[in-house]
């Protein structure tokens, strides 16, 4: 696992500067550049729309009575193409953008639901309820006389 995280950690780098060396080649710097924070600039637009609808229709969720668990992967993903599309390239932007398109983020989240192990417990009765007793322990306090059973009196 940390030569998968070390080799993607080296080759989006290098594919962002082979695509800027590209890119830069065919329209010119001054176009690189500009190209590139106009696609950050609207990207981070539509995730702000698109993250502000997200928030609405979880709030509905939440209002009915659901939990609001395709909102929650929606927005996390929202959140990941922010980041994407912040950081300049446009390997980074073409990810982001692909995060921004619903039925790829609903994709992706069904993905991950099925690598997902819930576990939930049950209590013996099956209800939720716990039933049990308790008994309130103290701290004897010295020279406190003790009971027949050892206890010492708590009165």
Excluded: C, N, W
């Amino acid at each position: 696992m940390p030569l998968v995280f070390l080799i993607f950690l080296i080759s989006i780098p290098a594919i962002e500067i082979y695509l800027f060396i590209s890119v830069g080649g065919a329209v010119g710097a001054g176009t690189t550049v500009l190209l590139t924070v106009l696609t950050a600039a609207i990207g981070l637009f539509l995730v702000r729309a698109q993250g502000l609808a997200v928030m609405r229709r979880a709030q509905t969720s939440i209002d009915r009575g659901e939990m609001p668990v395709q909102e929650a992967i929606h927005g996390i993903a929202l959140f990941f193409a922010g980041i994407m599309l912040i950081i300049p390239g446009f390997f980074t932007d073409t990810i982001g953008a692909l995060l921004l398109i619903p039925f790829i983020r609903q994709g992706l989240g069904a993905a991950l639901m099925a690598r997902m192990i819930v576990v939930r417990s049950k209590s013996r009765a099956g209800d939720g309820t716990i039933d049990g007793d308790y008994e309130v322990v103290r701290k004897p306090r010295p020279g406190e006389p003790r009971l027949p059973d050892g206890s010492r009196d708590g009165s």
